[in-house]
């Protein structure tokens, strides 16, 4: 069943460097704005509030966001009472497995990118949001686009980790 109208949710971009991410974001928007009924683009170092919200930042080695010496990003999903946060920038496996490590509520399902793989990253999130549109749940859309194990050498897919600790979610039925 082939659901046609945009969710009816609100898309974020929010660049927490100092724009060193316009391009990406640009890259992003583009590809993923026209799933949704609402989108914002925040001024770097601001956050939107948004249900969906792709954060850009670089993350400290001991996973925290840099120019902030406590902040992880489960405090970013706190503070934007956020469903879904997608670390979109790259970073190392290191600060990854730091920035999961970091005591916080897990109130939303959070991704970290160590790899966009170019436009995979677009392609594969633009298609996790129309299974999601369509009434699928997100763990199980992830799993059916990234399966997990061992993934063939051909598989055109970012390199990200879907910690989902808010379970379930859903998007509501669109318009």
Not at 122 to 150: C, I, K, V, Y
Request: net charge negative; no cysteine.
């Amino acid at each position: 069943m082939e659901a046609n109208g945009k969710i009816p949710l609100t898309l974020g971009f929010a660049d927490l460097s100092d724009n060193d991410f316009a391009a990406l974001i640009a890259e992003d928007s583009t590809a993923l704005s026209p799933l949704f009924e609402r989108v914002r683009v925040a001024p770097a170092r601001n956050i939107p509030s948004a249900e969906i919200l792709f954060v850009y930042t670089h993350l400290n080695e001991n996973g925290t966001i840099r120019g902030s010496d406590r902040s992880g990003i489960r405090q970013v999903a706190q503070l934007t009472k956020s469903a879904l946060v997608v670390v979109a920038s790259p970073n190392s496996a290191a600060s990854i497995k730091n920035a999961a490590g970091i005591p916080g509520p897990k109130t939303a399902n959070i991704v970290f990118t160590a790899d966009r793989n170019g436009q995979a990253f677009a392609t594969f999130f633009h298609a996790l949001f129309d299974n999601m549109r369509n009434g699928e749940n997100m763990p199980s859309a992830w799993g059916e686009l990234a399966p997990q194990g061992s993934i063939p050498t051909d598989a055109n897919l970012p390199v990200v980790v879907l910690l989902a600790e808010a379970g379930k979610i859903a998007f509501p039925k669109p318009s």
